[in-house]
């Protein structure tokens, strides 16, 4: 089985920021004690936000919205 590559990522003002294999962020967010936190925003490839919502210690929180086309798409409550 092909090992999936690891992601990049980095710590920029304060986020933990992944990217996508092209160089795009994929996704960003703060982390609090190992755990995601607060808000946090993952992107498609071509660098279109894809899905935004809170982690409160590390669980899914409050709405959470789903993107098409650079605008709300769908919204959850977790």
């Known amino acids: 089985m092909p090992k999936t590559?690891?992601?990049?990522?980095?710590?920029?003002?304060g986020y933990l920021i992944k990217?996508?294999?092209n160089g795009v962020i994929w996704s960003k967010g703060k982390m609090k004690d190992?755990?995601?936190?607060?808000?946090?925003?993952?992107y498609r490839n071509d660098a279109e936000l894809k899905r935004s919502g809170h982690f409160e210690k590390g669980e899914p929180?409050?709405?959470?919205t789903t993107y098409k086309d650079g605008k709300p798409y769908k919204v959850t409550t977790k």
Not at 5 to 13: A, D, Q
Not at 34 to 42: K, L, T
């Open 61 to 64: 929180t409050g709405e959470w």
């Open 19 to 21: 990217y996508h294999a």
């Open 5 to 13: 590559p690891t992601k990049k990522s980095e710590i920029k003002g």
């Open 34 to 42: 190992g755990h995601p936190h607060g808000h946090w925003e993952w």
